[in-house]
């Protein structure tokens, strides 16, 4: 079946309304549900360090790339397709005194402006659910990524199958033009020569901060009605209820992925 989502929903998904919006519902500068405990976890799992070099594909507004930074004093690149999201992440850095650790630029997950092994860490939270071509993501990663480096990374992914007509409205719900499976990720990681040391089931984490949004949406009807109107405030309810029913029945959820390259 042919997606329903293409380039144009996703950069309205992030439109500065958009994002703005989400990072009001999230509570922080992360966009991704995986948040700063993944972003914990993977940094333990990989040993970054202040010698460090890190690619952040799908930066956002930089939520994940300013915390590493800051967090383990390394060198930290983020790329994005949207360009405002680079420029704002590049303003956030020098406000947070990172400017001199970190470099924003514009670009797609698929075509990495980057010579090979020019990172030493290949990292993503949440972002590779919005590429319609994983595998060449994937790809990427180990192309950019040095050897004896790691490629870490959450996503998004269906962990059973999904009705036609009931898959085609998650993804719009999600901006996503197809889900991968862990399964899928493993493969496509093995065949570009990695293994993989961590698969990780991070659903809950995924449906924990779900709820917290659904929460603070609720929160903010009146804003939202005013801002849009009260049937924009119904739709987004009605499209959050769905998304938590496919997490609670295991139809979708979050892995969370640690591999490295020979
Ligand atoms: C769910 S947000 C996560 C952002 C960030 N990783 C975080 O945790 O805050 C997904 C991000 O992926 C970006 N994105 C979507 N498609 C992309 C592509 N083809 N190449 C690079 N970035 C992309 C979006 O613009 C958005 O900033």
Known sequence: MSSVIGEDDIRRNYSRVGTNLIEQLY??????????????????????????????????????????????????TGIDLMEWHAEEAAARAVTRGLGSRTVFKAGDATNLPFDDASFDVVWSQDAWCH?????????????????????????????????????????????????????LYRTWLNNEGCTVLDNEDISDRFAARYRSMIANLNALEAQVSNQFSPRVFAIMQEKNTMILKAFEDGKLGGVQIVARKP
């Open 27 to 76: 509570g922080d500068d992360f966009l991704s549900l995986s948040g700063v405990e993944s972003s914990d976890a993977m940094i333990a799992a990989t040993g970054i360090d202040a010698e460090t070099r890190v690619l952040d594909i799908g930066c956002g507004v930089g939520g994940p790339t300013l915390h590493l930074a800051e967090t383990t004093g390394c060198h930290a």
């Open 131 to 183: 590429v319609p071509d994983k595998a060449a993501v994937v790809r990427e990663a180990s192309r950019a990524v040095t050897t004896g480096g790691h490629i870490a990374f959450t996503d998004w992914v269906a962990l059973s199958d999904m009705a036609p007509d009931y898959l085609a409205e998650v993804q719009m719900a999600v901006a996503s033009p197809n889900f991968a499976t862990p399964l």
